[in-house]
């Protein structure tokens, strides 16, 4: 049964102002949700828009934010997530201020150490984002 | 699954998913040179070997896989293992 955390960012290693992630929203077996509003003082919002770098790393904390919540609930040492790669990276269009991204993340395989998922931000029912990452959990 | 079907199955999805010419991958090719693998394009490689022949494959058993000869003879050997088992 998923109970979401009391604060989210705590269970990634990523601290502010580097934070992507307001909330973690789902967890299942296959798949994790969060969202985040993007703000003005952001550092990754350029021109007023959320830049396509910050919507990468928005897809990677909210996996970093699954390991760590499965991490918490399972009571195993922190774990850290590595992205090794990206993979068809696809930008259909670039957030604003003030608006909030739905991102979820699929689990698609485990090789080895390596998780394979596979990522898309939406904002309402636009599609903003999607790409496929390869990430190393290392245990701490 | 006959020997030769395996060559032929495994050059297809290789030369699809390292987007090579099909005509560079020769038996005696050296494996990780003509599809420029990086340790992380292993990953990818163990995904299409699953995806297509339905067995997992173990790290150590890249070990002594240099050329595509070497490959064929390691998918031969554990789809036939399979298929007997």
């Known amino acids: 049964m998923f109970i979401p955390p009391a604060n989210t960012p705590d269970l990634i290693p990523q601290k502010f102002p580097f934070v992507m992630i307001d909330d973690l929203t789902w967890t299942d077996e296959k798949s994790s949700r969060t969202t985040f509003c993007v ?3 952001n ?13 990468v790393e928005n897809i990677a904390q909210t996996a ?3 390991a ?3 991490a918490q609930n399972q009571e195993k040492p922190d774990s850290i997530g590595y992205i090794g790669a990206i993979k068809n990276l696809e930008v259909f269009s670039l957030p604003k201020i003030n608006d909030t991204l739905e991102t979820e993340i699929i689990i698609d395989n485990q090789i080895f150490d ?3 998922i596979s990522g898309k931000v939406k904002c309402g029912e636009e599609t903003l984002a999607q790409c496929q990452m390869k990430v190393f959990i290392i245990k701490q | 699954m006959q020997f030769l079907e395996i060559i032929e ?6 030369a699809e998913e390292f987007e090579i010419d099909v005509e560079k991958i020769t ?6 040179d003509t599809l420029e693998l990086d340790s992380l394009d292993y990953i990818d490689l163990v995904v299409v070997i699953e995806s297509n022949f339905s067995f997992k ?5 890249f070990v002594g896989i240099v050329n595509f000869q070497d490959f064929y003879e390691y998918v031969d050997t554990r789809v036939n293992a399979k298929e007997l088992a």
């Open chain 2, 27 to 32: 038996p005696e090719a050296n494996l990780k």
């Open chain 1, 64 to 66: 970093a934010a699954r």
């Open chain 2, 57 to 61: 494959v173990q790290p150590e058993d």
């Open chain 1, 39 to 41: 703000k003005a003082d």
């Open chain 1, 43 to 55: 550092v990754l919002v350029d021109d007023g828009e959320f830049s396509a770098g910050g919507l």
């Open chain 1, 68 to 70: 760590g919540y499965l």
């Open chain 1, 114 to 116: 390596v998780t394979l």
């Open chain 2, 9 to 14: 199955k495994t050059n297809a999805f290789l």
